[in-house]
């Protein structure tokens, strides 16, 4: 789709289609056990055992995960944050360390249009990405990070993988305005990164950053859901 006919809300939907793309790539996530909805819980286990959904992870083109409330979504992201953050630490990306204290861009975990849960954080120089669609362009060394989860037909919450974007000097990328962009599994392993390893398995997060050119290649926090000022 041009950039030229994208608005805000379809912009997040592009966004969340790179993520799930880019998703693709990862390892099998583990059931956290602890980390369930207990409605979604309760509702399987009512279901005869010969009609309940098969209990896998959500991907493109598979089964539909459970929907759960902004409630269910707070208290899960609460649960299962602080396994993303541990990950975080131990990935072999050393720019993730102390993320946990990074500023928060979305108010909770949101769910993309594929059943991801997200959440938005970037470092101290990624601050004026707050500013959305009307913000100045980031400076070199500011990094935004996509965390997220997922909702398993039993109710369990997993781990999903997380998405790093940085910004680097003039002339690293002109075609996504030298943005890096590295995929970590929902393990700490580098899945790909841009003009590294396996630089090949996040292209496709670049060529569809391409059409984000009019908001400096960057795609936002769907606006129920951003942090204020």
């Not at 390892?27 to 979604?40: E, H």
């Not at 997922?150 to 690293?172: L, N, T």
């Not at 003009?195 to 400096?216: I, L, N, P, T, Y």
């Amino acid at each position: 789709m041009p950039a030229s006919m994208l608005g805000p809300h379809n912009y997040v939907a592009v966004a969340v289609l790179v993520l799930a793309a880019c998703q693709a790539h990862t390892s099998a996530v583990s059931p956290l056990a602890g980390c369930t909805v207990p409605r979604i819980a309760a509702e399987f286990e009512r279901m005869p055992a010969t009609q309940r959904p098969a209990d896998v992870s959500p991907s493109v083109s598979v089964l539909p995960t459970p929907v759960i409330d902004d409630a269910e979504t707070i208290a899960a992201g609460d649960c299962i944050r602080p396994l993303l953050l541990a990950v975080a630490e131990t990935s072999g990306d050393p720019r993730l360390k102390g993320s946990g204290d990074w500023r928060r861009f979305s108010t909770q975990f949101f769910r993309s249009e594929h059943g991801r849960y997200l959440e938005v954080a970037g470092n101290p120089l990624a601050a004026e990405y707050m500013q959305s669609e009307d913000g100045p362009t980031l400076p070199v060394g500011a990094v935004v990070t996509k965390r997220s989860f997922q909702a398993m037909q039993s109710g369990v919450m997993v781990p999903g993988p997380q998405f790093v974007i940085e910004k680097m000097p003039s002339g690293y990328d002109e075609r996504v305005g030298d943005w890096k962009f590295t995929l970590i599994s929902d393990a700490g392993v580098i899945v790909g990164d841009t003009r590294g390893r396996d630089g090949d398995k996040v292209e496709f997060c670049v060529e569809c950053h391409k059409s984000a050119w009019r908001q400096r290649f960057l795609f936002f926090v769907p606006p129920d859901y951003r942090a204020k000022n």
